[in-house]
């Protein structure tokens, strides 16, 4: 069974603190995704990839990086934790041309 | 810029009353439409892929249709295990990787 798997469930990280999500594909997906998601407001596009170490900005970057090493691992980094990043995190892969897989998703909770 | 809008946003039934989601879209060139269910508190799930006006898709109790300037998902005789959110979502030609999502419908079935 083909997966997205998004290393943490749960994380509780405190402000400041600099934050790793990571997700792994086993599917050779050349395109991978993060999405956030808030009540009211969707799914928004942080950052996405075609390739591997080629990253493009979506549609709310500020705050975000990431790092593409590998073709499987693609992964969010905030640069220091604040509490409006308290969200669900969503990893997804696709195909070109296909739907999206996405990972089970990482809540974050910034105290 | 690619648009989704959805609706209703959200849809209450019987069980065994069947109903529609509507996915109204503008796009330059479509690539493909694509419906995904989603649970509460876990990654959206891909149903089907759409790719031209005409063409539809079934699953179980779902079926997907696509003109070129709506989809809709039609739910016959749903079951309390199809409540969720659907989401659909739009990729163009010229954003072979990205998808634009919509906000979603959140179904509920009631026994």
């Known amino acids: 069974d083909v997966k997205v798997t998004q290393s943490s469930r749960y994380l509780v990280k405190r402000t400041g603190e600099k934050v790793f999500l990571e997700c792994v594909q086993d599917?050779?997906?050349?395109?991978m995704f993060w999405y956030r998601q808030d009540p009211g407001l969707g799914l928004r596009l942080i950052y996405f990839?075609?390739?591997?170490?080629?990253?493009e900005k979506g549609d709310i970057p500020e705050g975000y990086s990431v790092s593409r090493e590998k073709k499987e691992r693609f992964s969010l980094i905030l640069e220091s934790a604040s509490t409006n990043q308290t969200s669900m995190y969503l990893c997804?892969?696709?195909?070109?041309?296909?739907?999206?897989?996405f990972g089970s998703g990482t809540r974050l909770t910034v105290v | 810029e690619d648009q989704v809008t959805q609706s209703p946003e959200a849809l209450r039934l019987q069980e065994g009353e069947s109903s529609s989601l509507n996915c109204s879209y503008t796009?330059?060139?479509?690539?493909?439409l694509f419906w995904y269910r989603q649970d509460p508190g876990k990654g959206p799930e891909f149903l089907f892929t759409?790719?031209?006006a005409g063409e539809e898709k079934e699953k179980e109790r779902l079926k997907a249709t696509l003109t070129k300037k709506e989809s809709f998902l039609h739910i016959t005789a749903p079951k309390p295990e199809d409540s969720a959110t659907y989401l659909c979502?739009?990729?163009?030609?010229?954003?072979?990787?990205?998808?634009?999502f919509g906000d979603g419908t959140t179904l509920t079935v009631k026994p």
């Open positions: 796009v330059s060139g479509l690539r493909g």
């Open positions: 759409l790719y031209s």
């Open positions: 990839s075609y390739d591997v170490k080629m990253k």
């Open positions: 599917m050779d997906h050349e395109n």
């Open positions: 979502a739009v990729r163009s030609n010229t954003n072979a990787g990205k998808s634009t």
């Open positions: 997804a892969s696709s195909g070109t041309g296909d739907g999206y897989t």
